[in-house]
């Protein structure tokens, strides 16, 4: 059993920049990829950056490369989302995942609320 709580969200102008964290409790957190999923009002939920146990493999949605970074710090049980250049469309709930692979999630945090004003 993981569980999963995400912090840093906010209110921010368009151009600014965001810290997501997730920590996870548990102690088998390097065994869990890890995930940042979102969902804007009205919208499914959708795919924003995965990160692997080791950190070795790193993939993102096409409409956040370039500006989004995922990263982990396994020895704190943590997984960031560095999120910079923000735009409107970028605000939604941020949620965090862990799962065996990069293509899997068993377990979801809480979300987090990010608001991109213009």
């Known amino acids: 059993q993981v569980q999963l709580v995400e912090s840093g969200g906010g209110l921010v102008q368009a151009g600014g920049s965001l810290r997501l964290s997730c920590a996870a409790s548990g102690r088998t957190f390097s065994s869990y990829a890890m995930g940042w999923f979102r969902q804007a009002p009205g919208n499914e939920r959708e795919f924003v950056a995965a990160i692997s146990r080791s950190g070795s493999y790193i993939t993102y949605a096409d409409s956040v490369k370039g500006r989004f970074t995922i990263s982990r710090d396994n020895a704190k049980n943590t997984v960031f989302l560095q999120m910079n250049s923000l735009k409107p469309e970028d605000t939604a709930v941020y949620y965090c995942?862990?799962?065996?692979?990069?293509?899997?999630?068993?377990?979801w945090g809480q979300g987090t609320q990010v608001t991109v004003s213009s």
């Open positions: 995942a862990a799962g065996p692979t990069t293509r899997s999630n068993d377990y």
